[in-house]
């Protein structure tokens, strides 16, 4: 037997997805996550996976998982203690920053405070100009008094980013290497080895974040080995990065700052996977965890990326999968502010104490309660029954909530619902209305462990009809990072009119970014079936602020300043209407994206229902819009081809639990897709 692996580390859950090679079979499983060593619920999951389905860790023979862990230590600030290189004259800046104001209508609020403070900051006496030339360079002597100031800090990694490094990366690069050698034991990061674009701030903050959550990531790398030996994985390790790619584990300690998005697009290629495969190429998915709500958005049959996505407080620029995260999820607690108002969440319980229902010592109210109290979910049967929830505890954790609130619990925790419900619609509805997307035109697809419970109740509030929800919906970021690609972009910035670019300087720039590429991929030693490379550049008219990514497709060959005049003339107008013929076009960057196709699978087909109605296996009292139902509960497993429900109706699997609300119907298609369709 010979298995491919995908785990998704989420803050209550570890999802895994086991893919037989031999029967095509898709066997998923969820376990506890552990917060204090990320790896042990890894290797737990692992074990009990393969020997329900008696095999051995020995017959896996890929292994790959989406991760949260960089990301986290971002957004709750526990990074390790960083110290920034800088050229002379440069201290500040990071907390100069692009002088905004996260609210520029609040005045009262504040500037974030900088990954690396202002005493942390080292200046070198260099300078580069913009095209590249050296103008003043570090002495051995520089960079001896830098390192023994850099010493006396006690950081545990270093970041370098010197002005226009971009033109010249070959000199930050010296510094670094220079620096790792006088100072043992501390990792260095090197923005332009990260991403060289122009705009230092951005490149700044780049190298801050890797440097702030490598030592975490190298630890976490460390462990994840050692657990993997010690169950008898011998597979080599990749994990999934932002781009909605893969990496090695050897890289991504090397540069975590690619994988802080890693977990949610993961979640997003899996969408996107079981989309294509129902004919569905326009969708808004939403992964609905513990924590927090991640949404994205599927085009033409293809994950949106974006090149400024943010982390917390951050910037980001390199290429990621476009998602937007809010904070609700089924670990969500609900209280009351200053005011009296309820609120739900950023707040979660986690996995540890967990909501009051799990039993395990949390005693706030939270959307799982909710969810419980209001009949969605059944507590001897979560997780497949391996985990029992408790009724008794959601109801007191929300007694208080309906006492202030002047509600019977069934009332109060549907008001929890809905509060969640506002939480994610009004968080969304601008992000969607800013690409042009009106949420009535797309799918929604529910995934995590809370998705396809609380789906109708965000289709209806964002006014959507149809819900595709996939087979195993609470496990589809680990099957996202079981089959996604290995993947890496490159940069190089340009910035010249089109008149100064010659055919033989873009044929140079994309044959140096294509051969820089190869040999990533050909460091991952991966097993690939074939290699894709795509270029694109970044232009725009002269005098505009923002600049517009135009395919080139084609080979380096083909490329000339003639050709990418008419490319971006066609891009501009298909975006903004109208192009402008006699406009100066220049150059902002030029970009190089590889793939190596890893292969992938066909969903299982179901066997066709016997009849339209399949029986049900029990009945439920839920309460949904301010009324009780009776609710028919179905097993995911016994649903074939063709089978129709009628709601109001429960769906039952070992990942999570569906609720098809009254006005909504349920069909199954051949690939065991439940396609939820508003007929009210």
Known sequence: MTFRLGVDIGGTFTDLSLLDDSSGAVHTHKVPSTPKSPSDAVAVGVQQLVERLGATAADVASFVHGTTIGLNAVLERRGAKVALVVAGGNRDLLELARLQKPNQFDLRSAVPEPLVPRRRVVELPVRIDRNGRVIAAASAGDLHRCAEAIQRMDVESVAVC??????????????????AKLLPGTLVSCSTELWPETREYERGVVAALNAYVQPIMSRYVSALKTDAARIGLKTKLYLTRSNGGVMSAESAAHVP?????????????????VARAAGVLEAVTCDIGGTSADVSIIRDGEPVHSMDAGIGDFPIVMPAVDVFAVGAGGGSIARFDALGLLKLGPQSAGAVPGPASYGKGGTQPTTTDAYLVCGFLDPDRFLGGTMKLRRDLAEQALKPVATRLGMDLPSAAEAVLALGTSNMSTSLLPMLTKRGID?????????????????????EDLGMTRILVPPSPGTLCALGAMIADLKADYIR?????????????????????????????????????????????????????????????????RLGADRLAREFQAAYAALYGAAQPNGVIETVNMRARITGKRGTFRLR????????????????????????????????????????????????????????????????????????????
């Open 605 to 680: 087909t179901l066997a066709k229902a016997p009849q339209a109605n399949p029986d049900p296996v029990g009945q439920r009292r839920i309460r949904y819009a301010g009324a009780f139902h009776e609710a028919k509960v179905y097993r995911r497993d016994d649903l074939l081809s063709g089978h129709r429900l009628e709601g109001p109706a429960i769906v039952e699997q070992f990942d999570t639990t569906t609720v098809v609300a009254p006005g909504f119907r349920g069909e199954v298609d051949d690939l065991g897709v439940l396609m939820i369709t508003r007929i009210q």
């Open 493 to 557: 910035s340009t910035r010249l009119r089109l008149a100064e670019v010659t055919d033989e300087l873009l044929r140079d720039t994309f044959s140096d970014l294509e051969r820089q590429a190869r040999a990533w991929l050909d460091g991952e030693r991966a097993d690939v079936q074939k290699i894709d490379l795509v270029f694109s550049a970044d232009m725009r008219y002269v005098g505009q602020a923002f600049h517009i990514e135009v395919a080139l497709p084609g080979g380096v060959d």
């Open 439 to 459: 949420p009535r035109d797309y799918t929604l697809i529910p995934y995590g462990g809370a998705g396809a419970t609380h789906a109708c109740l965000l289709a």
């Open 162 to 179: 010197l002005l226009n490094a971009y033109a010249n990366p070959g000199h930050e690069q010296a510094v670094r290497d220079a620096l």
């Open 257 to 273: 700052v690619h994988t802080l998005l890693s977990g949610p697009a993961a979640g997003v290629v899996g969408a996107t996977f």
